[in-house]
């Protein structure tokens, strides 16, 4: 008898991630309605958008913090909710807080943050973390000492960490303005980490409202919609995917 076919995609490819005629609500108002959009393996892509237009509910409802009021979210095809959650650990999302412990170091920030994640970890990634983000000689150092600049930067580390820890496997990287409060050399050491998640076959998909000159190649840009003109109740009207362009 033949072996029942999986339900997760195939390692260490990352399949394309799909939102397909995607509809979000604050409250009864609808955010963005029918808005459709393709993450595939080596892009890093742009989500752009005016305050309030949805970015960050929309970035919540790709990592599996929140539900869409309609539409779909696919992997590879298959709908996400049919998947075991395996996959999961594919994926790094940053949200607009740090979540790092305050009476931690920097290192044990990281190493606290890979458990939870399901990511086994050694000393020596964190520290290159810490490293490639320029803040490994803060290793030590308890997080509440530092500065807000220093802080994203150890939380962006959480990156470098699962790079290193899941290779080969690629990433899924959700990351929700990674560039604030960064100088110029946090942005450019961000913009390269960035760049080989991509050149590992793997996915980011970030929200920014400075202009990133570093990143190259350019990232593809995608604009979230207006918000439907009948933006209360249930779905109404014809859908309005967002626009897409090269930056």
């Known amino acids: 008898m033949p072996a029942p076919a999986s339900t997760s995609p195939a390692a260490p490819g990352l399949p394309s ?7 979000c609500e604050r409250g009864e108002r609808a955010l963005f309605d029918g808005f459709d959009l393709t993450l595939a393996p080596g892009e890093v892509v742009w989500l752009r958008g005016a305050n ?12 599996g913090l929140g539900s869409a009021a309609a539409g779909k979210l696919r992997l590879g095809g298959q709908a996400v909710r049919g998947l075991d ?39 020596a990634q964190v520290q290159a973390a810490l490293d490639d983000l320029g803040v490994g000689a803060l290793a030590r150092r308890v997080v509440r000492t530092m500065s807000q600049g220093q802080r994203r930067r150890v939380a962006l580390a959480r ?22 409060a960064l100088d110029d050399d946090g942005i450019a050491r961000l913009a390269r980490l960035l760049a080989g998640v991509a050149a590992d076959g793997g ?5 920014s409202h400075q202009q990133i000159a ?4 350019p990232p593809r840009i995608v604009t979230l919609p207006e918000p439907p003109a009948r933006s209360f109740g249930r779905r109404a009207g014809e859908p309005a995917s967002g626009s897409t362009e090269r930056g």
Request: aromatic residues 6%.
């Open 52 to 63: 309030g237009r949805g970015k960050t509910t929309l970035m919540r409802t790709l990592a």
């Open 17 to 23: 991630l799909q939102a397909i005629g995607l509809r």
């Open 159 to 180: 990156l470098a960490v699962a790079r290193a820890a899941l290779a080969p496997l690629p990433l899924l990287a959700l990351l929700d303005e990674p560039f604030d």
């Open 85 to 123: 959650a395996g996959w999961r650990r594919q994926l790094v999302y940053l949200g607009h807080a740090n979540a790092l412990k305050d009476d931690l170091t920097a290192a044990e920030s990281l190493q606290f943050a890979a458990r939870l994640a399901g990511h086994a970890c050694t000393a």
């Open 203 to 207: 996915a980011v998909l970030f929200t």
């Open 214 to 217: 570093p990143l190259q190649p």
